[in-house]
């Protein structure tokens, strides 16, 4: 609790990915700071990267730092440019998991005659 008020927020973490070292220092870290993985295998970033075109700063630096103000057309142009990118990459995502599902998909033919199992759903 200390280093953090004393130092500052950590610019990086060295380890030698020992899984038990690991495992207990990030899920301690992440509780005590109160944050959320949230990153999108889709997009390949977390929203709040995919939204604002950065990664998220420490809540110790947001007082440092200013952000430049976008407003009116500007911004429209910024915001529908951060969509089309967006869609673009869950457009690759779809083809890629649609690819894979048909790899491993059976293509079923039947008969008149034939017996199947009928599901319904209430």
């Known amino acids: 609790q200390e280093i953090v008020r004393l130092h500052g927020t950590p610019s990086a973490i060295v380890s030698d990915r020992d899984p038990r070292f690991a495992s207990c220092f990030w899920k301690g870290f992440h509780k005590a700071w109160g944050t959320r993985l949230n990153w999108h295998a889709s997009i390949k ?12 700063r420490a809540p110790i630096c947001w007082d440092q730092v200013g952000e430049r103000v ?3 057309p500007e911004m429209i142009e ?3 440019e951060k969509v089309t990118v967006a869609k673009e990459k869950l457009k690759e ?3 890629l998991q649609k690819s894979y599902a ?3 998909r059976k293509s079923l033919e039947f008969q008149p005659g034939d017996r ?3 599901k319904v759903s209430p």
């Open 116 to 118: 199947v199992f009928l």
């Open 70 to 72: 976008i407003e009116g």
């Open 45 to 56: 970033c977390a929203p709040f990267e995919m939204l604002y075109g950065r990664k998220c």
């Open 93 to 95: 995502a779809r083809t």
């Open 78 to 80: 910024v915001t529908n």
């Open 102 to 104: 048909d790899k491993h």
